[in-house]
């Protein structure tokens, strides 16, 4: 009932802009979906702890498929996208990931639909040629546009010192310091949320494209992930980690239950599961996860010590 509340809701705001809790909950009764006798605190509540809803400081509520109309989020992608049906989103995207996960689908405007395999970053799939045809390390942008997602080639490398990229990044980071209910959301949630309430005060902040968020916030202290340490699995006295970044939960309790069932130590599971997968290739990349598996690995190549490849990129 609470989904159907946040799509009723935002339905609503698509339709009218935004509205306060207590236009919110009149409409709600109206249409049946709720029998609360305060129905304007019910309604409040119910979107204060969605992802895709945000509240205004005048108190009335927007919702991201508005808010993000017009507006560009970029993504660098890793290898060559010709060809491919599915990309691997990070935290630069993650307001767009988040409405797609609640929505289920959004439509492209070159026809067919995108979906997401599983949430929390997982892949994007759409119909063929979905993707524009561009090299590794090309920028793409993602743009809504009536509902409709566009996805187009960035030709012009946007400054990462320009006065646009400059006010984004102290936008962002004045909201990502606060001390609030960020603090308190999962932290693949966390860069929507903050690129919510950005938007709500400077509309128009993401209408020419910009270097994805990643890049922008530099990874400093501000940075939204959080790291999950695990001993390695030989003790050393100095008391080495293994640093794995913005696992889903989900992965990690299965790690946990795995290494229980099997007798070992979660470090030493962890770097078992890791020397399997270097095996299969001598560069992993989320953007290309299936051609990683089915690639022969490589014979004769030197390793390289200390390579880590961020789960976000």
């Given amino acids: 009932m609470s989904k159907r509340i946040v799509t009723y809701c935002a339905d609503q705001i698509n339709s009218s802009g935004p509205l306060t809790p207590e236009d919110l909950g009149a409409r709600v009764v109206a249409a049946g979906l709720t029998k609360s006798g305060n129905p304007a605190a019910s309604v409040r509540t119910t979107l204060r702890q969605s992802p895709v809803m945000v509240q205004l400081p005048d108190g009335r509520f927007d919702c991201a498929r508005r808010m993000l109309d017009g507006a560009a989020l970029t993504h660098r992608v890793r ?13 630069e995207l993650a307001l767009l990931d988040q409405l797609l996960v609640h929505e289920g689908s959004l439509a492209l405007s070159a026809g067919g639909a995108v979906t997401s395999s599983f949430g929390e970053f997982g892949g994007w799939c759409g119909p063929p040629d979905w ?16 509902g409709r997602l566009a996805v187009e080639p ?54 020419e494209p910009l270097p994805p968020l990643d890049e922008v916030l530099q990874l400093g202290s501000e940075r939204w992930g959080r790291g999950w340490a695990v001993e390695a699995a030989d003790t050393a006295p100095s008391g080495q980690q293994i640093v794995l970044e913005d696992l889903p939960a989900g992965l990690v309790s299965a790690l946990h239950r795995d290494a229980q069932n099997l007798g070992v130590s979660l470090g030493e599971l962890t770097v078992l599961l890791l020397s399997a997968a270097t095996y299969r290739t001598a560069m992993p990349c989320r953007h290309d996860t299936e051609s990683a ?8 190549r030197a390793s390289v010590g200390g390579l880590v490849e961020p789960s976000h990129q």
């Fill in 79 to 91: 290898y060559a996208t010709k060809g491919r049906q599915v990309l691997y989103a990070g935290p």
């Fill in 293 to 300: 598996w089915l690639s022969a690995p490589a014979t004769g």
């Fill in 154 to 207: 960035v030709l012009d490398e946007p400054s990462p010192s320009s006065p646009a990229t400059e006010r984004l990044r102290i936008v962002l980071r004045r909201y990502l310091r606060a001390d609030d209910a960020l603090s308190q959301r999962q932290s693949q949630h966390t860069l929507g949320a903050v690129m919510l309430r950005a938007l709500a005060e400077i509309p128009d902040l993401l209408i």
């Fill in 131 to 146: 993707l524009p045809d561009v090299r590794a390390d090309a920028l793409l942008a993602f743009r809504l546009r009536n």
